[in-house]
């Protein structure tokens, strides 16, 4: 274990999974989870304070926290500064600063700062957004990847590997990612039926993709 080059001062200290202690003000963190806010249980230091007197967190061990040392690198620097910004974090590590928000039960005006963060960065990954939202069961961010569908990128923008060698399968192999139920209104959603038998009384169908990807976003309620 090694302590953090900039994060090194503090009365409480946050162990990464990575093995880096970041030390973190005892306050800011209870002002801006409601977690931390009930672990300590303590009452907020007077005017002036800065932190709580160290004699009355003394005994606190290192708080291990199931991520990597750049995002509660990022997490720190968020809640350290009176006006936070949007951060400017890579594509996974914004998921799991999102992910550190909900279980920690992080301000939700910072939480914003972050899904902001993340809808500005989805560019062609629709469908890491829609798999990573189906994991957490978050619907509102599946309906901001939707319309940012297209034709193209909902059948094969992405490849994604199937577990039997060499066979490569986009859009069912990412489809089965999902949770069940939201596999089932995607396809309920996505593809149109198209009458290709113009005789009458006869009916030849096929299907093809929706392009109207803000309607399916609207739609998308899976039981």
């Avoid at 291990?64 to 690198?73: C, K, L, N, Q």
């Avoid at 959603?189 to 005789?199: E, H, K, M, S, V």
């Avoid at 392009?211 to 399916?216: N, R, T």
Wanted: net charge negative; hydrophobic share 40%.
């Amino acid at each position: 274990m090694f302590i953090h080059p900039y994060h090194n001062l503090g009365d409480i200290s946050l162990l990464s999974v990575d093995g880096t202690i970041l030390m973190a003000d005892s306050w800011r963190l209870a002002r801006s989870s409601t977690f931390f806010a009930g672990l300590f249980d303590l009452p907020p230091p007077t005017p002036g304070q800065t932190s709580y007197p160290k004699d009355l967190l003394s005994l606190v061990e290192p708080i291990e926290m199931e991520f990597f040392a750049e995002v509660i690198d990022l997490f720190l620097n968020l809640i350290n500064v009176s006006k936070p910004s949007i951060p400017s974090s890579a594509f996974p590590q914004t998921m799991d600063l999102l992910e550190l928000y909900d279980k920690y039960d992080v301000n939700e005006n910072i939480q914003g700062l972050v899904r902001d963060r993340l809808l500005m960065q989805i560019g062609d990954r629709q469908w890491q957004l829609l798999i990573w939202s189906g994991k957490r069961n978050d619907i509102h961010m599946a309906r901001e990847a939707l319309p940012r569908m297209t034709p193209h990128s909902f059948i094969a923008s992405t490849t994604y590997e199937s577990p039997r060698k060499g066979l490569f399968v986009p859009l069912w192999y990412a489809l089965g990612k999902l949770p069940q139920s939201w596999q089932l209104e995607i396809i309920r959603l996505a593809f149109i039926p198209i009458n290709l038998d113009t005789r009458p009384g006869v009916k030849s169908y096929q299907f093809e993709v929706t392009g109207d990807w803000d309607s399916v976003s609207q739609k998308f309620t899976p039981k």
